[in-house]
C-alpha cells in the first residue's frame, strides 16, 4: 500500500490542523491505519490509530481530547484532525498502515510496515 500524507504546516498554539493520508495500491478493510509523529531529537512515537472496518479507535495520552483520527472509506483518507495545538506538539506527522484484524491496537512504530512520506507541524507559542 502507498501512502500520501498531507496538511501540515504552521500554526499559532491554541490553534488547529487536519492532516490528511490517502492509501492506494490495495483493498483496506483489514488495514489499521496509524499517525506517529517525530521531534528533532526524539524518537518516533505512536499518536492515534483506526481501524478500516469498523472505526475503532486509541489514542497517545498526550493527545487524547485534542486530537481525533478518523476515516473516509470512500476516498480511502485517513485524517487527523488536531485542535488545541502546543509548541510540544511540533514534529514531523506520519500516516502508517499495516495489515491486522482482531481487537489489538498496536502503537509502536515498528509494528508498521507502510509509511507515508511525513508533513511537518510546526506550533508557535
Known amino acids: 500500500v502507498q501512502l500520501q500524507a498531507s496538511g501540515g504546516g504552521l500554526v499559532q498554539a491554541g490553534g488547529s490542523l487536519r492532516l490528511s493520508c490517502v492509501a492506494s495500491g490495495r483493498t483496506f478493510s483489514t488495514y489499521r491505519m496509524a499517525w506517529f509523529r517525530q521531534a528533532p531529537g526524539k524518537e518516533r512515537e505512536f499518536v492515534a490509530t483506526?481501524?478500516?472496518?469498523?472505526?475503532?479507535?486509541s489514542y497517545a495520552d498526550s493527545v487524547k481530547g485534542r486530537f481525533t483520527i478518523s476515516r473516509d472509506n470512500a476516498k480511502n483518507t485517513v485524517y487527523l484532525q488536531m485542535n488545541s495545538l502546543k509548541p510540544e506538539d511540533t514534529a514531523v506527522y506520519y500516516c502508517a498502515a499495516r495489515i491486522a484484524t482482531g481487537v489489538y491496537f498496536y502503537t509502536k512504530a515498528s509494528s508498521f510496515g507502510s509509511w507515508g512520506q511525513g508533513t511537518q507541524v510546526t506550533v508557535s507559542s
Open positions: 483506526i481501524t478500516w472496518a469498523d472505526s475503532r479507535t
